[in-house]
C-alpha cells in the first residue's frame, strides 16, 4: 500500500494526520507543498483541493482530517 500525506508547516490538522498514521503503523511518505511548486500542483490535480492535508493511499484521495474515510481505505478498525 503506498501512501503520501500531502502536508504544509503550521497545519494542525495535518499534524494530526501524520500521528494517526504513526500510531497505525502505516509507512507513508511526507509531501510538505510549501516546498515544491510541482508536488503543490500534483496535489491540487488529485484531489481539487489547494488546502492541506490531502492523504493519497493507492490512489485513493482524503481530503481533511477524515478518521472514517481514513480508516476505511487503510483497512482499519
Known amino acids: ?4 500525506l500531502y502536508t504544509a508547516p503550521a497545519c494542525p ?3 494530526m494526520v501524520e500521528k494517526f498514521l504513526e ?3 502505516i509507512k507513508f511518505d511526507v ?3 510549501s516546498k515544491d511548486k510541482n508536488k ?10 489547494s488546502n492541506v492535508p490531502v492523504v493519497d493511499v493507492d490512489g485513493k484521495i482524503i481530503v481533511g482530517y477524515d478518521l472514517r474515510k481514513l480508516k476505511q ?3 482499519l478498525k
Do not use: A, G, Y
Open 1 to 4: 500500500m503506498k501512501v503520501i
Open 73 to 75: 481505505e487503510l483497512n
Open 23 to 25: 500510531r497505525n503503523n
Open 31 to 33: 509531501v510538505d507543498i
Open 40 to 49: 503543490k500542483q500534483e496535489m491540487e490535480k488529485k484531489s481539487n483541493q
Open 13 to 15: 490538522f495535518c499534524l
